[in-house]
């Protein structure tokens, strides 16, 4: 596996999309306006986060009642430990009721099981149905962003993607590019045997799964076929429809900068009779993979996120580097603790170190998660299991940093070496590893009196 670093200077290499930087600072401009149009949003936000704080801290509980309402509404539901169960359970299923065709609603949790895959490898073309996701489906790219995966493609590159994968004549007008998509899927919800879609919320009291959409899709994949399966992260449960109504009125703000999300759907067990539309069968996949281990630990905060993608949206380094970078389903500041918790700190130690811990994602996320506090928590623990050099060189830094007198001092020798190597104000390309933070930037040349020099001079005043 390639490291952060390496996936880092591939994308710098290839060139990052600027759609990456507008796209992501767009909806953060509407997170902004849409929270400041809403006087409850603080009080919102601090109710969200209680919700999914009681959530996780009684998930047993939460997960029973869900359950038990699923299965008396007539959905049927299956607990998976891992990814590979979740994927065994779906592709068994699609065996035996002969699917050979499934069409998907945008999931991050799909990804994270990479369903795909396994369901093209037993003969069942899984399609994706959101814009976005098909999009990256036929580019045969994993999503980059939560809630916008071609974030990355803009309207030229879509249109020679669909000119080559679709056979169709070139158009980049967006409207034609969506009525291309609209023609190519329509036949294939109503031919498809199985809709697949993931779980905004699963409501404990009356054992509905919420869905939440802007295209109208996730209508489709839940009613045409004959065969629902909903999968779900086991963190996303919700007590009571009311507190669903709470959790919806932070989602869509945070996550598009909306009031209300275009479609939210809730589907309560399979059709009944009497019912025109439905599917006969709703299974219900509850995930584990790797969740319940984080459940008492610092890190189960990750289990309350509702994958809005607002921290994303206002990350310096996720609007540098797009969503692929991260080498993870779960992309920004917020894929840097839960990969590691879920995957392993092992092979996920790179992912925390690269934030500057400015705090902006804590900021806006609606469940308001210390997203820093989980960041330094965890370099922490990769400190702990790192080489014997590393450890040596941060107790150095350290035992520097708490002695003021010779941190003084050497601030002070460092930035007169800084002025002499600098040209024209600029530092440009610094010796050694140092040389590490002018590879993809020029520094201004440090000033003539350190801040704490010019603290002590001033602070009388
Ligand atoms: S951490 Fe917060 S802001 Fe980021 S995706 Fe999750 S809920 Fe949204």
């Given amino acids: 596996?390639?490291?952060?670093?390496?996936?880092?200077?591939?994308?710098?290499?290839?060139?990052?999309?600027?759609?990456?930087?507008?796209?992501?600072?767009g909806r953060h401009e509407h997170r902004v306006s849409a929270a400041a149009a809403f006087p409850q949003m603080e009080e919102?936000?601090?109710?969200?986060?209680?919700?999914?704080?009681e959530v996780v801290a009684s998930l047993d509980e939460q997960l029973g009642r869900f359950a038990d309402a699923a299965e008396r509404a007539g959905s049927t539901v299956f607990f998976a430990a891992d990814a590979t169960e979740a994927r065994e359970y779906i592709v068994e299923l699609a065996r035996t009721e002969r699917v050979t065709r499934a069409v998907k609603v945008k999931s991050m949790v799909t990804e994270e099981i990479d369903?795909?895959?396994?369901?093209?490898?037993a003969g069942v073309e899984a399609i994706e149905t959101d814009l976005g996701e098909f999009i990256v489906q036929l580019a045969g790219q994993p999503p980059a962003h939560f809630i916008a995966p071609a974030i990355h493609k803009d309207r030229y590159e879509i249109a020679d993607l669909f000119v080559a994968e679709l056979g169709v004549d070139y158009s980049d007008?967006?409207?034609?590019?969506?009525?291309?998509?609209?023609?190519?899927?329509?036949?294939?919800?109503?031919?498809?045997?199985?809709?697949?879609?993931?779980?905004?919320?699963?409501?404990?009291?009356?054992?509905?799964?919420?869905?939440?959409?802007?295209?109208?899709?996730?209508?489709?994949?839940?009613?045409a076929p004959r065969i629902h399966v909903a999968v779900m992260g086991m963190e996303r449960v919700v007590p009571t429809r009311a507190d669903l109504a709470v959790m919806l009125e932070v989602l869509a703000r945070s996550a598009t900068g909306q009031s209300l999300s275009s479609?939210?759907?809730?589907?309560?067990?399979?059709?009944?009779?009497?019912?025109?539309?439905?599917?006969?069968?709703?299974?219900?996949?509850?995930?584990?993979n790797g969740r319940s281990a984080t459940l008492g630990s610092s890190a189960a905060e990750i289990l309350?996120?509702?994958?809005?993608?607002?921290?994303?949206?206002?990350?310096?380094?996720?609007?540098?580097?797009?969503?692929?970078?991260?080498?993870?389903?779960?992309?920004?500041?917020?894929?840097?603790?839960?990969?590691p918790s879920l995957f392993g700190l092992e092979d996920w130690h790179d992912l925390p170190a690269t934030s500057s811990l400015c705090g902006a994602c804590e900021e806006v996320c609606p469940?308001?998660?210390?997203?820093?506090?989980?960041?330094?928590?965890?370099?922490?623990?990769?400190v702990d299991r790192s080489t014997p050099a590393v450890r040596r060189s941060i107790r150095l830094y350290a035992s520097l940093t708490t002695r003021p007198?010779?941190?003084?001092?050497?601030?002070?020798?460092?930035?007169?070496?800084?002025?002499?190597?600098?040209?024209?104000?600029?530092?440009r390309r610094l010796p050694g590893v140092l040389g590490n933070w002018t590879q993809h930037r020029d520094l201004p040349a440090p000033a003539p009196e350190t801040f704490s020099d010019w603290w002590r001079r001033n602070r009388g005043a």
């Fill in 304 to 339: 309350y996120c509702i994958r809005c993608g607002a921290c994303l949206n206002t990350c310096p380094v996720y609007r540098h580097l797009g969503g692929h970078p991260y080498g993870s389903v779960y992309a920004g500041p917020i894929g840097k603790v839960v990969t």
């Fill in 405 to 427: 007198r010779l941190f003084r001092l050497l601030t002070r020798v460092a930035a007169r070496l800084g002025r002499l190597w600098s040209r024209d104000g600029w530092l």
């Fill in 44 to 53: 919102m936000r601090d109710r969200a986060r209680t919700i999914r704080a």
């Fill in 115 to 121: 369903l795909n895959a396994a369901l093209e490898s």
């Fill in 173 to 223: 007008d967006p409207v034609e590019l969506n009525n291309i998509a609209r023609r190519h899927l329509r036949p294939r919800f109503l031919t498809a045997e199985m809709g697949i879609s993931g779980v905004n919320f699963g409501v404990a009291a009356d054992g509905s799964v919420a869905l939440v959409t802007n295209e109208g899709n996730g209508r489709l994949c839940t009613t």
């Fill in 1 to 25: 596996m390639t490291t952060f670093r390496e996936r880092i200077q591939e994308a710098f290499a290839e060139g990052v999309p600027i759609s990456i930087d507008l796209g992501s600072r």
């Fill in 367 to 382: 469940v308001r998660i210390d997203i820093p506090r989980l960041l330094v928590e965890l370099r922490r623990q990769s």
């Fill in 263 to 288: 479609y939210t759907n809730l589907v309560t067990g399979p059709r009944r009779s009497g019912e025109p539309d439905g599917p006969d069968q709703l299974h219900v996949v509850i995930v584990d």
